[in-house]
C-alpha cells in the first residue's frame, strides 16, 4: 500500500477544506434564500391583508363596511361567517341570507335541502354560481360576508365575475377572525389561481368545467350550512 508524501497529503487536506467550505457556502445560500422567500411571502401577506392597508389596496374606502343591500350572501367556510351574517339581518343591513352552498329556487320548489346543493369547489365557484343564482332573484345590492384574511381574494374573484352585471358588491369581513392570529399565506399563494380560475369561468366556463374535473376536489365546507333563507 502506497504511503502519501507530504505534499500529496497536504494537498488532499487543502481540497477536503475546500469541499467543506463549498458546502457550507451552499448551505448558507439556500438558507439565505428559504429566509428571503418566506420573508417576502410574509411581508407582501401584512401589506396586502393587513386590514387597516386592505381598503387602499382595492381603492375602496368603504370595503369591509357593512353596507344596506338586498341580500347578504355567506361564502363557505368557518361558522363565524353566518353567525355574523345573522347578526347583520338582525342589524335591518338585508332582508334575506343565502349561503353558496345551496341553491334557494330549488328549495322553494319543495325539494329537500341534501338535494339542493350547488356543489362549489372553491371561491372562483362561489362567485360564478351566486351570478347566476342573484341574476335570477334580480338582486342589486348584495353583501358578501367572508373571513377577514379571506377579504381581499374574495374581493378581486367576485368583482372579476361579476363585471358587467350591474350589481353592486360589498364584501366584507367577520370582526373576530384577527389578521394577526395566522399570518394567511395560503391566501397570499392562492391570489392569483383564484383570479385566473375566474377570469376563465367567465370567458370560457365549458373548459373552466373541464379542467376542474381532473384537478384534485377540495370541497368547500360550511360548519352552519343548516342556516339559511330561502
Given at each position: ?136 332573484e334580480q338582486m342589486e ?90
Amino acid at each position: 500500500m502506497r504511503t502519501l508524501g507530504i505534499g500529496e497529503e497536504s494537498l488532499l487536506r487543502m481540497k477536503d477544506a475546500a469541499a467543506r467550505r463549498s458546502y457550507a457556502r451552499g448551505g448558507s445560500v439556500l438558507l439565505m434564500a428559504l429566509l428571503l422567500s418566506f420573508g417576502s411571502l410574509y411581508g407582501a401577506n401584512w401589506l396586502i391583508f393587513h386590514p387597516d392597508i386592505t381598503p387602499g389596496f382595492l381603492h375602496d374606502p368603504l370595503l369591509g363596511i357593512p353596507q344596506s343591500a338586498d341580500v347578504i350572501v355567506v361564502l363557505a367556510g368557518n361558522g363565524e361567517r353566518i353567525l355574523y351574517a345573522a347578526s347583520l339581518i338582525e342589524r335591518g343591513l338585508a332582508p334575506r341570507l343565502l349561503t353558496t352552498l345551496v341553491d334557494p329556487a330549488c328549495l322553494r320548489a319543495g325539494h329537500p335541502l341534501g338535494t339542493c346543493a350547488t356543489g362549489v369547489r372553491n371561491t372562483a365557484d362561489e362567485a360564478l354560481v351566486m351570478r347566476r343564482v342573484l341574476e335570477r332573484e334580480q338582486m342589486e345590492r348584495i353583501m358578501i360576508v367572508t373571513s377577514r384574511s379571506h377579504l381581499v381574494r374574495a374581493t378581486a374573484v367576485f368583482r372579476v365575475v361579476f363585471l358587467g352585471s350591474g350589481m353592486e358588491l360589498n364584501v366584507v369581513p367577520t370582526p373576530h377572525d384577527s389578521f394577526h392570529e395566522s399570518p394567511a399565506i395560503r391566501e397570499l399563494l392562492s391570489f392569483f389561481p383564484s383570479l385566473g380560475c375566474a377570469v376563465l369561468g367567465r370567458l370560457n366556463p365549458e373548459l373552466y368545467g373541464w379542467i376542474m374535473q381532473y384537478r384534485r376536489p377540495v370541497l368547500l365546507r360550511d360548519a352552519a350550512t343548516s342556516a339559511y333563507d330561502a
